[in-house]
């Protein structure tokens, strides 16, 4: 080992493609023509409803969801809305069941679980391992269409909600026996709820595929970087957990329409296990919605510490491991549903043990930090309020993961601030942190980075004022899911409400400040301005369509900063003539 230490050797290790830029760098826009402008046999729309380019794919994925998360927010700020006074401030009881339902199914099966993997990963993933595109182009885009035929599904029960007042009102949980007898109509979000695990397992095959076969010379799995690695994780859940939705979906269709009495307790079925079912998937799909943003994590903090990733072998392998060990806690959600005292115990020990591996990736982390020459830039920014959030957002798992706790805080707000601030802390942020991080590459344009930074401040800000009263009141006794509340709650109420709008303009005003930027004229001169060593870096901003003018080969590992590195953050805007 001590001799990899040497200079020489680290020079050595580093990707050949991987020299340092120089100033004149300017010949990206020259010479070539980008995936956006390239010409196809489709024109107009057509040319990116049809394309297989794996670029234009993660680019729709990025814009459809970017619609879907819109209206998941808008019901969000409704349903706070309804609830800064007790008794019914804005809506009815049974409109703001619909909003919670309709906000948790769009925020999770059409945002948070297709997310990461879906946009950067079909953009990135291929470029970061030296390949042309994905291994299956064409079914790439089938998992697209599936994707947008699922929303689309999943907004008509939205529609007819309008037309006829039949809002779904199940949770998105759809946890039966309601969902037998609710007069609503679950039968198409379900179908969409089908159809979208379709599309989930299509992509994970995909990335499969693709990192076994199509990465560049000389790449083995240990010279990837870390966010391909928990692609590669997230793939795999992605593979042998959905179909287990899947069933369940299709088992919940024919109880409703054929009666079979599976999970009916008037016909000798069993409730329960529909719980068990659902959670056998939904539990290790918190692994798909958070393994992605951990490896986004990973590589904006090797980029802006220029160091690399402390134990980069054990980050690789805790991703594994938390892939793995996330199949055998699901009935942590089940605590109070029905089980033996040893299946609880069991199921609570696996739990703290998933706490492990992750916690190894927190260490490492704040580990790759520690003498790293660290650059604070929004990403960055981002990737350290990511670390204090996801924590809050791990350890209040624990207090739920502990059965003698999850007793008294089971459907209480004390959950909702534990998983809003896993996934608003932990996997919204390092989404909007990677739409920083690769905005340069996909665009070739620079957002304005003070406005960037307020906006991470203020997201900071929100999540805790919306999140961090719920574990107060929670602790206390309010119930989720209720539109009403008792007076004692009535401030912790309106803290988190007020937090929302913090939040939500937030979130507005770096969408906005994205906007504003890829219409500017001004264009970069340099294909990596964070000068960063991962080979996505290395090609023209926006790639051209094959992605690489001449195949890479790789000779180190994804982080290899010999030492610290003078950047030219700061000269990178040139006035385009
Ligand atoms: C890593 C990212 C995580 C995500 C995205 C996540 C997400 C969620 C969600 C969505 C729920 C509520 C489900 C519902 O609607 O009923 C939940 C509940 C729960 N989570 Fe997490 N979680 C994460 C991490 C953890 C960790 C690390 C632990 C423990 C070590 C944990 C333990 C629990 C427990 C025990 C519950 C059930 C609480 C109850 O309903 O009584 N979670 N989580
Ligand atoms: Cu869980």
Redesign the pocket.
């Known amino acids: 080992m001590e001799e990899l230490r040497t200079p020489e050797a680290r020079e050595r290790l580093r990707p050949v493609s991987m020299e340092p830029l120089d100033e004149k760098d300017t010949w990206q826009s020259e010479g070539y023509t980008s995936f956006l402008k390239v010409n196809t046999q489709y024109k107009g729309l057509l040319s990116w409803l049809f394309t297989t380019d794996h670029k234009r794919i993660g680019l729709m994925y990025l814009f459809s969801m970017g619609f879907f998360f819109l209206i998941g927010l808008t019901l969000a700020f409704l349903m706070r809305l309804e609830m800064w006074t007790p008794g019914p401030t804005i809506v009815d009881a049974q409109v703001y069941n619909a909003m919670f339902t309709m906000h948790?199914i769009i925020m999770?099966f059409l945002f948070?679980v297709p997310g990461i993997p879906a946009v950067f990963g079909n953009f990135m993933l291929p470029i970061q391992l030296g390949a042309e595109d994905v291994s299956f182009p064409r079914l790439n885009l089938l998992s697209y269409h599936l994707y947008v035929i699922g929303g689309l599904l999943g907004l008509y029960s939205f529609v007819a909600g309008f037309i006829d007042n039949q809002w779904i009102d199940t949770?998105?949980?759809f946890y039966v026996p309601y969902a037998l007898s609710t007069a609503t109509n679950i039968t198409i979000p379900l179908i969409a709820a089908f159809i979208l695990g379709f599309s989930s397992i299509l992509t994970g095959l995909n990335f499969v595929t693709t990192m076994h076969r199509m990465r560049a010379k000389g790449m083995g799995f240990f010279q990837m970087p870390l966010f391909c690695w928990s692609l590669y994780s997230t793939a795999w859940i992605q593979v042998i957990a959905t179909p287990v939705i899947g069933i369940t979906i299709v088992l919940v269709l024919l109880e409703r329409w054929l009666g079979f009495g599976i999970f009916d307790p008037a016909k000798g079925g069993d409730p329960v296990l529909m719980q068990h079912l659902f959670w056998i998937y939904?539990h290790p799909a918190?692994?798909i919605?958070?393994l992605p943003a951990f490896g986004v994590a990973s590589d904006i903090i090797a980029t802006f510490a220029r160091r690399t990733v402390y134990g980069y072998k054990i980050m690789a392998f805790s991703t594994m491991a938390i892939a793995l060990v996330g199949y055998m806690?699901w009935a942590?959600?089940m605590?109070?549903s029905g089980m033996s005292e040893t299946s609880r115990a069991i199921f609570s020990f696996f739990?703290?043990l998933?706490?492990v591996p992750?916690g190894v990736k927190i260490f490492n982390w704040v580990a790759t930090l520690w003498r790293g020459s660290i650059i604070l830039r929004t990403p960055m920014l981002f990737a350290l309020a990511f670390i204090f959030l996801?924590s809050i957002?791990?350890l209040t798992?624990?207090v739920?993961?502990a059965l003698s706790t999850?007793i008294h805080?089971?459907?209480t707000y004390f959950?909702v601030g534990?998983?809003h601030y896993?996934?608003l802390g932990?996997?919204v942020s390092m989404f909007i942190a990677a739409l920083h991080y690769w905005f340069p590459k996909m665009t070739n344009k620079m957002y304005n980075e003070k406005v960037a930074n307020v906006g991470v401040l203020l997201y900071f800000i929100g999540v805790n004022v919306v999140y961090f009263p719920m574990f107060i009141m929670g602790y206390q006794g309010m119930p989720r899911r209720y539109f009403d509340y008792l007076p004692e709650y009535e401030t912790y109420h309106m803290l988190t409400t007020v937090g929302s709008w913090v939040l939500i303009g937030s979130i507005l005003l770096m969408f906005g400040n994205l906007a504003v930027a890829a219409r500017k004229k001004k264009t970069l001169n340099t294909r990596n301005p964070w000068g960063a060593l991962t080979l996505e870096w290395t090609v023209p901003s926006p790639p051209p369509l094959l992605n690489f003018e001449e195949m890479p080969v790789v000779t180190g590992g994804p982080y290899d900063y010999p030492d610290f590195k003078e950047t030219n953050l700061d000269k990178n805007e040139t006035e385009k003539h």
């Open positions: 948790g999770v948070i949770g998105w949980t939904s918190v692994y919605m958070v806690v942590h959600h605590f109070t739990t703290f998933v706490a992750t996801f957002g791990g798992g624990l739920l993961g999850d805080l089971h459907d959950v534990h998983f896993v996934i932990g996997i």
